[in-house]
């Protein structure tokens, strides 16, 4: 029998796309000069290639290939630079034509088609959103009336690793230390955006507070649902979407957002304007033009961009000055030279403790809490280090290997404060050796919050105790490696020993 009779039209229409599919791919990798990488397969490129932990495969590539790779993830282009010379093309020379974000379809539905900040392409409604956060949300004034939140949980968190200590027979024992570092982010988070503390003084968190977590935790689920298909378009009506998860997920999201908006519309009009970030687009929304998408988006992306990320940055820095005595020592000494053993810490503090504020900045270059960054999409075709980079690629800029890169940085990978004091470096988009924050027009516009509430947490663990490593355990031991994922959790969650250092009394919560 002839081969054509034994096809049936579906397998020959699917066997012509592939054709198509692979034809253009070949075009588009002799049209172009685009940077090296391993040899992709035909369908899945370099997919099954690519290793867990991305950032520390990516650094590998760089041995044999150079600081500039291409990785092809099934039938997209992604590009990762990974030197500051190259970083500085990608977020400044080129920055407006690498300003797009790449959205799978999962958030497309989670942000109604980039309706928010973070997953908005880079246009007239990315510029209008990034000036509401730039002129009316994140303003220093703002920040400064946050304060008393701040300092409320910071302490609040003292005072709950303070009566763990206190219980009897836990003497000497080890703490889970991001278990009392998540609570200061998620209270910090959501009281700063949605004006709600939704946990009582005994750590019972009501209803809403609940539900909110749900949520979180179901978007993360569902997100990480999407099939193979998610990297090469073409497969992807095989492979539909569960639409009415999303749907759901997302009624559940916009329910609870816009119950929390009208409760503030309502205090609002009987007790006048307030400062949190809700509060503020709410009144704001008819100056900007602001929907109600954008507003319910915006809430949602502090929560998603400002929780882990403070904490995971915590967690290592913790786990450095664990395994580090003496810069342990070093930071504590200065904390009793600048604020005595009779008082605790407060923001004010922050600007004569020079030596704190180099380890957190070393935290931050060791472990940034995003190693690459959010990845930007090419809206133009460009040149970056003298190759092609065609419209529709990501690019990724590996921060976690500049920081480590053993040409600018002395002893990378050595955990030093003090080369900040030898040479104050820039973390806030300045300087391309040291992007925790990213730079350009999509830099992080939370990192001046950020590194205030890193600093002060940092300041009141280590004012207030002691951190030693659990019994039994060296030092050197301690298991420093990296979760895989867009966030940088630590595989093995640092557990320590706290030990008082101040009058029992300095242990108490100071409420906003
Ligand atoms: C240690 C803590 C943090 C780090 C290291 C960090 C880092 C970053 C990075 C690398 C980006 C992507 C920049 C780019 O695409 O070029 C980003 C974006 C963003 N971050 Fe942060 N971030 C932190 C905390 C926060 C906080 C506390 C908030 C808000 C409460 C926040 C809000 C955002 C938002 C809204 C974006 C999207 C900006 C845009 O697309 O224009 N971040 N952050």
Redesign the pocket.
């Known amino acids: 029998m002839a081969l054509p009779l034994l096809l049936t039209p579906l397998a020959i229409i699917f066997i012509i796309i592939i054709i198509i599919i692979l034809s253009h791919t070949i075009i588009q990798r002799l049209r172009f000069k685009l940077p090296p990488g391993p040899t992709p397969k035909p369908i899945v490129g370099n997919l099954y290639d690519i290793q867990p932990v991305r950032f520390r495969y990516f650094l590998e590539l760089s041995k044999t290939y150079g600081p500039i790779i291409s990785v092809w993830i099934g039938s997209t282009l992604n590009v990762v630079v990974m030197n500051c010379e190259l970083a500085k093309q990608v977020?400044k020379d080129k920055d407006q034509q690498l300003a797009d974000?790449h959205r799978n379809r999962s958030i497309e539905r989670l942000s109604k088609g980039g309706q928010d900040?973070?997953?908005?392409d880079y246009g007239p409604h990315?510029v209008k959103v990034?000036k509401v956060?730039t002129v009316e949300l994140?303003t220093p004034k703002r920040l400064e009336a946050f304060k008393p939140i701040r300092e409320d949980e910071v302490t609040a968190m003292v005072e709950s690793i303070f009566k763990n200590c206190s219980i009897p027979g836990n003497h000497g024992k080890s703490i889970k230390v991001k278990d009392y570092l998540a609570p200061v982010a998620f209270n910090n988070?959501t009281r700063?955006?949605l004006g709600k503390r939704f946990v009582n003084s005994e750590g019972l968190t009501d209803a809403q507070g609940l539900e909110l977590k749900q949520i979180v935790d179901n978007g993360v689920k569902i997100g990480a649902s999407l099939s193979i298909a998610e990297h090469i378009p073409w497969l992807r009506w095989m492979f539909p979407v569960d639409q009415a998860a999303y749907d759901s997920h997302v009624a559940r999201r916009d329910r609870l957002t816009r119950a929390i908006m009208e409760e503030h519309t309502l205090a609002r009009q009987q007790n006048g304007a307030k400062q949190h970030f809700v509060d503020v687009l709410l009144t704001l929304q008819e100056k900007y033009d602001l929907s109600d998408d954008t507003i319910i988006g915006?809430l949602w992306?502090?929560i998603t961009?400002?929780?882990d990320?403070?904490v995971?940055?915590t967690e290592w820095a913790m786990a450095e000055l664990v395994r580090n005595p003496r810069v342990q020592m070093k930071a504590q000494e200065e904390l009793d030279r600048v604020i005595g053993i009779d008082r605790v810490m407060t923001e004010a503090d922050i600007s004569n403790l020079h030596y704190l504020q180099c380890v957190a900045k070393e935290a931050?270059r060791l472990h940034?809490?995003?190693p690459l960054?959010?990845?930007?999409k090419a809206n133009a075709s460009v040149k970056i280090g003298g190759y092609d980079i065609p419209k529709g690629s990501n690019i990724h800029?590996n921060?976690w290997a500049i920081g480590r890169d053993p040409a600018v940085w002395k002893g990378p990978l050595e955990f030093r404060p003090e080369r900040f004091l030898e040479e104050d470096v820039d973390m806030k988009g300045h300087d391309f050796r040291l992007?925790?924050?990213?730079?350009?027009?999509?830099?992080?516009?939370?990192?001046q919050?950020?590194?205030t509430?890193?600093t002060s947490m940092l300041g009141h663990l280590l004012h207030h105790f002691s951190w030693s490593p659990p019994p039994g355990v060296k030092p050197e031991e301690m298991d420093m490696t990296e979760n895989p994922g867009l966030v940088t959790y630590m595989r093995a969650p640092v557990q320590a020993v706290p030990t008082r250092r101040l009058p029992s009394q300095l242990y108490k919560r100071l409420p906003a």
């Open positions: 977020l974000r900040l973070i997953w908005a990315y990034r956060c994140f988070i700063l955006s915006l992306d502090m961009a400002g929780m990320t403070t995971i940055t931050l940034p809490p995003t960054m959010l990845p930007h800029v921060v992007l925790p924050f990213g730079a350009g027009r999509r830099v992080c516009p939370g990192a919050l950020a590194i509430l890193l």
